[in-house]
Antibody
Framework: EVQLVESGGGLVKPGGSLRISCAASGFTFSSYIMNWVRQAPGKGLEWVSY????????YYADSLKGRFTISRDYAKNSLYLQMNSLRPEDTAVYYC?????????????WGQGTLVTVSS | DIQMTQSPSSLSASVGDRVTITCRASQGINNYLAWYQQRPGKAPKLLIY???TLQSGVPSRFSGSGSGTDFTLTISSLQPEDVATYYCQKYNSAPLTFGPGTKVDIK
């Protein structure tokens, strides 16, 4: 069974940093694109970033302006998102999502999400 | 960047009704279109990918169609458990943009 479990969310002050994690199990982690998608309270879904199966292709939403960094650890079957210079508008539930088979850039499996709140 | 729109933004229908949601891309995306269901307080769930391929385990009352710029999600017979917000997403290339969502309620 595919499982994606996010952790590391919490309250952080504007301008601060936070790293969130996603532990993956139930599939061959090194074979799939992995993504971060976020959802601000009461709002729609917003794709944040993806990293290819071999970490050689990485893309970010333009709105992030270089503040976020995605990475993955194959030994730990984990995905990470390092978030710097956080702003109140970054407040959201952050979901980890696995890509579809054959390099599909849709989101086949989702975690339960971790809430990041940016507030003074 | 390609923009995604959805209509309507919300709808209310009776149990058993046929429901259709439309998604439009500002430029052609072939069939690189997925649909998701998000029930209140839950993570999104993939329903359809490649515009019309039903994800394993999804009830057959859900179907998708379209190609290029215009797509539809149809629920053939609305059930109480279908109360949710539905999102389309284009995935031909980054950025992987979602539509704004369509909220479906029971009348």
């Amino acid at each position: 069974e595919v499982q994606l479990v996010e952790s590391g969310g919490g309250l952080v002050k504007p301008g601060g940093s936070l790293r969130i994690s996603c532990a993956a199990s139930g599939f061959t982690f090194s074979s799939y694109i992995m993504n971060w998608v976020r959802q601000a309270p009461g709002k729609g879904l917003e794709w944040v970033s993806y990293i290819s199966s071999g970490s050689n292709y990485i893309y970010y939403a333009d709105s992030l302006k270089g503040r976020f960094t995605i990475s993955r650890d194959y030994a730990k079957n984990s995905l990470y998102l390092q978030m710097n210079s956080l702003r109140p508008e970054d407040t959201a539930v952050y979901y980890c999502a696995r890509g579809g088979a054959v390099a599909g850039l849709f989101f086949e499996y989702w975690g339960q999400g971790t809430l990041v709140t940016v507030s003074s | 960047d390609i923009q995604m729109t959805q209509s309507p933004s919300s709808l209310s229908a009776s149990v058993g009704d046929r429901v259709t949601i439309t998604c439009r891309a500002s430029q052609g995306i072939n069939n690189y279109l997925a649909w998701y269901q998000q029930r209140p307080g839950k993570a999104p769930k993939l329903l359809i990918y490649a515009a019309s391929t039903l994800q394993s385990g999804v009830p057959s009352r859900f179907s998708g169609s379209g190609s290029g710029t215009d797509f539809t999600l149809t629920i053939s017979s609305l059930q109480p458990e279908d109360v949710a917000t539905y999102y389309c997403q284009k995935y031909n290339s980054a950025p992987l943009t979602f539509g704004p969502g369509t909220k479906v309620d029971i009348k």
